[in-house]
């Protein structure tokens, strides 16, 4: 496994989805998606996620590569660090800027 793509979306639940979670329909729920992927770009895994919002906890830990500075004109007076995500990830993943 090479790398993978999360989404996390807070939602109402729908009338099966309550019924799933035991909750009344129009419960705050959160739904979950993730893709993951070898490094060659196929997909192996993907996930659909469905929690219910009053029994939900997310927690991350969080890191930082080293930076250089490449210039005033750039965010955060140049903080960049652009390295892609493994497999050629999708536009975006793994890349960090400040």
Known sequence: LAWGHRTFEALAADD???????????APVFYIQQVVYLADGTAVEYSDVWLRGDRFRLSAVVRRR????KGRGSPAGGAVQGREAP????????KLAF
């Open 16 to 26: 099966r989805r309550a019924e799933y979670l035991d909750l009344p329909p129009g």
């Open 66 to 69: 080293a930076w250089t500075a």
């Open 87 to 94: 497999g050629g990830g999708p536009a975006g993943a793994g």
